[in-house]
């Protein structure tokens, strides 16, 4: 569970799918987990993957052809789906009729028009680095659509970067006097073409690369991936390595929240929730690091099993202190989300249904938060998880209020989850005899996992190779963020931080730089090893 080989698909022709969609909607897989394309060389393959909320997954196929990509626009069945088809356009050149051009989405704004859309399997990734070098300038657009909607509206450019950010990202508003009326999102800042890079690695080398997704849930970006793997493979990992994946995974958890619970505190201006819940959070990544040797990238699951055992004294050790964290969390509960202050900055604002919450295909606290009991740990368990006891931890309408309250519950459920682990981990060898170099035979599966952020969706096409030939990624912002724009829409401008920042968006780390010489009138893309190069140049010359 949690993953699975894709056994069967239901082919459709695009004239049919919106009425294939509606058929599936009424059986009750109302949740678009993700859009796939796949280049399959004389034509593209369209993957609709559908669930339910009983761990049952549909995947819906549409073949065009290259010279003629076009499907209709889903979004006004499920508009969740519309970043899904924006991300397709962008990145395989598809048109989604009905679906109104709104500019570039993930690729920057100068990559060319007529160039070759990159994820195509005949673009090479130098082809894509010479389009965007040869440009000018790669400034964003203000805004992506027309914007202004009476004569008092003000289009106010909001990021890539700004205080407010913790990451580039780039919203226009249209606003009245204080009142956000409108919000376009931009993103793509710190796209770095991860997805294109997997093709070119062995799958040992790719787990390395994936779990740089995220610097926060690395973890959860390797093992998902890992399950995929495994799944083509027909490969089942030994019982204690499940366990010590789902030991690490809920630790990453803790972290995860913690941060996140620091950062609410900053943007709401309570410094002392921020310094204490961070302080707290140290104990946590302190035991990540005894574990794996990393605070932040663990690289600590592999194909077949873990990269190294922790024996049962230290696992429950382990247990110890995280229920020693777990009661500074209850502390934190009882003194700050009482306090008047507190629960007037964050009660009703951001706030949401829970049709609101589906209808944007919301995934984990931003959507149990609502009201609905989503956690594929619990729909479709995977690791550890179908044998350990713990609560789905749900409010009655999302708003940040909830939203912490649900988090910091979750942090006590992840405490207990991980007691459990201590008490009823297996005896065994978690590490496989050899890391696998071999190749994978033709066929593909989907894995999914609850990150911290939510449900986080993998799909993994082999050809018979050491590389895989499509790997595909979905994390919990995509969806998330959807909502985000929506619930900011008559916020004010003083609360937008704290709104984007309740849905723990995480826009991943650095992806380009590009270096404009007024005096030449030239632009050029740093790599990395240019920019340690140009930095050791200044050094010397100081």
Same mark, same amino acid.
């Given at each position: 569970?949690?993953?699975?080989?894709?056994?069967?698909?239901?082919?459709?022709?695009?004239?049919?799918?919106?009425?294939?969609?509606?058929?599936?909607?009424?059986?009750?897989?109302?949740?678009?987990?993700?859009?796939? !394309?796949?280049?399959?060389?004389?034509?593209?393959?369209?993957?609709?993957?559908?669930?339910?909320?009983?761990?049952?997954?549909?995947?819906?196929?549409?073949?065009?052809?290259?010279?003629?990509?076009?499907?209709?626009?889903?979004?006004?069945?499920?508009?969740?789906?519309?970043?899904?088809?924006?991300?397709?356009?962008?990145?395989?050149?598809?048109?989604?009729?009905?679906?109104?051009?709104?500019?570039?989405?993930?690729?920057?704004?100068?990559?060319?028009?007529?160039?070759?859309?990159?994820?195509?399997?005949?673009?090479?990734?130098?082809?894509?680095?010479?389009?965007?070098?040869?440009?000018?300038?790669?400034?964003?657009?203000?805004?992506?659509?027309?914007?202004?909607?009476?004569?008092?509206?003000?289009?106010?450019?909001?990021?890539?970067?700004?205080?407010?950010?913790?990451?580039?990202?780039?919203?226009?508003?249209?606003?009245?006097?204080?009142?956000?009326?409108?919000?376009?999102?931009?993103?793509?800042?710190?796209?770095?073409?991860?997805?294109?890079?997997?093709?070119?690695?062995?799958?040992?080398?790719?787990?390395?690369?994936?779990?740089?997704?995220?610097?926060?849930?690395?973890?959860?970006?390797?093992?998902?991936?890992?399950?995929?793997?495994?799944?083509?493979?027909?490969?089942?990992?030994?019982?204690?390595?499940?366990?010590?994946?789902?030991?690490?995974?809920?630790?990453?958890?803790?972290?995860?929240?913690?941060?996140?619970?620091?950062?609410?505190?900053?943007?709401?201006?309570?410094?002392?929730?921020?310094?204490?819940?961070?302080?707290?959070?140290?104990?946590?990544?302190?035991?990540?690091?005894?574990?794996?040797?990393?605070?932040?990238?663990?690289?600590?699951?592999?194909?077949?099993?873990?990269?190294?055992?922790?024996?049962?004294? !230290?696992?429950?050790?382990?247990?110890?202190?995280?229920?020693?964290?777990?009661?500074?969390?209850?502390?934190?509960?009882?003194?700050?989300?009482?306090?008047?202050?507190?629960?007037?900055?964050?009660?009703?604002?951001?706030?949401?249904?829970?049709?609101?919450?589906?209808?944007?295909?919301?995934?984990?606290?931003?959507?149990?938060?609502?009201?609905?009991?989503?956690?594929?740990?619990?729909?479709?368990?995977?690791?550890?998880?179908?044998?350990?006891?713990?609560?789905?931890?749900?409010?009655?309408?999302?708003?940040?209020?909830?939203?912490?309250?649900?988090?910091?519950?979750?942090?006590?459920?992840?405490?207990?989850?991980?007691?459990?682990?201590?008490?009823?981990?297996?005896?065994?060898?978690?590490?496989?005899?050899?890391?696998?170099?071999?190749?994978?035979?033709?066929?593909?599966?989907?894995?999914?996992?609850?990150?911290?952020?939510?449900?986080?969706?993998?799909?993994?096409?082999?050809?018979?190779?050491?590389?895989?030939?499509?790997?595909?990624?979905?994390?919990?912002?995509?969806?998330?963020?959807?909502?985000?724009?929506?619930?900011?829409?008559?916020?004010?401008?003083?609360?937008?931080?704290?709104?984007?920042?309740?849905?723990?968006?995480?826009?991943?780390?650095?992806?380009?730089?590009?270096?404009?010489?007024?005096?030449?009138?030239?632009?050029?893309?740093?790599?990395?090893?240019?920019?340690?190069?140009?930095?050791?140049?200044?050094?010397?010359?100081?």
């Amino acid at each position: 569970m949690g993953s699975a080989k894709i056994q069967a698909k239901h082919q459709v022709i695009p004239s049919e799918l919106k009425q294939r969609l509606l058929s599936l909607l009424a059986q009750g897989f109302s949740h678009l987990i993700a859009i796939t !394309a796949v280049d399959r060389g004389d034509h593209l393959e369209v993957l609709y993957h559908l669930g339910d909320l009983n761990g049952r997954v549909e995947h819906l196929s549409a073949e065009i052809p290259k010279s003629n990509a076009v499907l209709p626009d889903i979004s006004p069945l499920l508009p969740g789906s519309l970043f899904y088809e924006r991300e397709i356009s962008d990145l395989f050149g598809v048109k989604f009729e009905g679906l109104d051009s709104q500019g570039r989405f993930i690729l920057p704004d100068c990559y060319p028009k007529e160039a070759p859309p990159p994820l195509l399997r005949e673009v090479k990734p130098e082809s894509v680095k010479e389009y965007i070098s040869q440009a000018q300038s790669c400034e964003v657009q203000a805004f992506t659509q027309p914007a202004p909607l009476s004569p008092e509206s003000v289009v106010v450019p909001f990021g890539p970067y700004h205080p407010a950010l913790k990451e580039p990202e780039h919203i226009s508003l249209v606003v009245e006097g204080e009142v956000i009326k409108k919000a376009f999102l931009r993103i793509g800042f710190v796209h770095r073409g991860i997805e294109k890079a997997a093709e070119s690695r062995t799958y040992l080398r790719d787990i390395f690369l994936l779990e740089r997704v995220c610097g926060i849930c690395s973890t959860h970006h390797a093992w998902t991936f890992v399950e995929a793997v495994e799944k083509l493979l027909d490969l089942g990992p030994p019982k204690r390595a499940l366990y010590l994946r789902t030991l690490v995974a809920e630790l990453e958890r803790m972290h995860s929240h913690s941060l996140w619970l620091g950062l609410v505190g900053y943007w709401m201006g309570f410094e002392t929730m921020f310094m204490w819940v961070w302080g707290m959070r140290e104990a946590i990544m302190d035991i990540l690091e005894e574990i794996t040797g990393n605070r932040v990238h663990k690289s600590f699951v592999t194909i077949g099993g873990v990269r190294r055992d922790v024996s049962d004294e !230290a696992v429950k050790g382990i247990a110890r202190r995280a229920a020693d964290f777990e009661k500074s969390v209850s502390r934190v509960l009882e003194e700050i989300v009482s306090v008047d202050e507190f629960v007037e900055r964050t009660r009703d604002i951001g706030s949401y249904s829970l049709k609101q919450a589906r209808k944007y295909v919301t995934v984990g606290p931003v959507r149990r938060a609502a009201g609905d009991p989503y956690d594929i740990r619990k729909i479709e368990p995977y690791g550890a998880y179908g044998e350990l006891e713990f609560e789905v931890v749900t409010a009655d309408r999302g708003d940040v209020y909830n939203l912490v309250l649900v988090r910091l519950k979750e942090l006590q459920e992840s405490a207990r989850i991980i007691q459990q682990i201590a008490e009823k981990i297996p005896s065994g060898n978690p590490v496989p005899q050899r890391y696998f170099m071999g190749t994978v035979r033709e066929s593909e599966a989907y894995a999914r996992t609850e990150a911290p952020r939510g449900e986080l969706f993998y799909y993994v096409n082999s050809n018979n190779t050491h590389t895989p030939y499509r790997v595909k990624i979905r994390t919990p912002t995509l969806p998330n963020i959807q909502l985000a724009a929506s619930i900011l829409e008559g916020a004010t401008l003083s609360d937008l931080p704290l709104i984007v920042t309740s849905i723990d968006p995480c826009f991943s780390c650095m992806d380009r730089i590009q270096v404009y010489n007024a005096a030449t009138n030239t632009s050029r893309t740093l790599t990395l090893e240019d920019l340690l190069a140009e930095v050791k140049k200044r050094r010397v010359r100081k």
